[in-house]
């Protein structure tokens, strides 16, 4: 248990289905972050938010996107996602960033994304 | 860019046998080093880290040593557990807060 929840754990969607991923933290952090785990390839960093401000959108396609209302919530929302899109996504927190600061990341369980 | 190379796996041993993860990085400056592990249907825990040269990170019988001579950081442990069995990822980050991880190593420990 490290602090950090997402739900849901599973979801099956179709091509043309949205959906919305949540994650939530009871750590009292303010930077939260997205990734997708794709077998074979290191974690790919998605997006970033310090302080409910995006800072970090790495290339992303725009069928991901992402809302952070508050400090503590962070959601991936989910619009025509592609079967290459499947994989495990994987958020995490940690306190505030800042320059030369190294903050150790908090993650949750992730969620298992299957595109049909 | 920076970047993480990781042994590939998976790491197959017996319990009680001697454990090495290779990792080595490439970066422009001075990064700092982490292991990540993640157990079966949950989230990466941060395992260990060490953010400066020679320094040593440890933690529930893991060791690795910021070797910077040899862009390292090479996990070990001296007695693995069957509980130990997970996929290890090793990561790095130049101060800005962005981790870069390796593929990650499975690892598989028998009774």
């Known amino acids: 248990e490290t602090g950090v929840t997402q739900t849901p754990r599973h979801l099956v969607m179709g091509m043309t289905n949205k959906k919305s991923l949540k994650c939530e933290q009871h750590?009292?952090?303010?930077?939260m972050y997205w990734y997708k785990q794709s077998a074979k390839k290191p974690l790919e960093l998605m997006f970033v938010y310090n302080f409910k401000e995006q800072t970090e959108n790495n290339s992303v396609p725009s069928r991901f996107s992402p809302e952070c209302p508050n400090s503590s919530h962070l959601f991936l929302h989910l619009h025509t996602l592609q079967p290459e899109d499947s994989a495990l996504y994987l958020c995490a927190s940690s306190r505030a960033l800042g320059e030369g600061a190294q903050e150790t990341q908090y993650f949750g369980p992730g969620t298992r994304l299957l595109v049909l | 860019g920076d970047s993480v190379t990781q042994m590939e796996g998976p790491v197959t041993l017996s319990e009680e046998a001697f454990l090495t993860i290779n990792c080595t990085y490439t970066?422009?400056?001075?990064?700092?080093l982490f292991w990540y592990v993640q157990y079966p249907g949950e989230g990466l825990q941060l395992l260990l880290k060490a953010t400066k040269a020679d320094d040593k990170g440890s933690n529930k019988g893991f060791e690795a040593t910021y070797r910077k001579e040899t862009t390292s950081f090479h996990l070990e442990k001296g007695s693995v557990q069957v509980s130990d069995s997970a996929v290890y990822f090793c990561?790095?980050?130049?101060?800005?807060?962005?981790?870069?991880f390796g593929t990650g190593t499975r690892l598989q420990v028998f009774p």
């Open positions: 990561a790095l980050s130049e101060g800005t807060d962005k981790l870069i």
């Open positions: 970066a422009t400056g001075y990064p700092s």
């Open positions: 750590l009292g952090h303010n930077a």
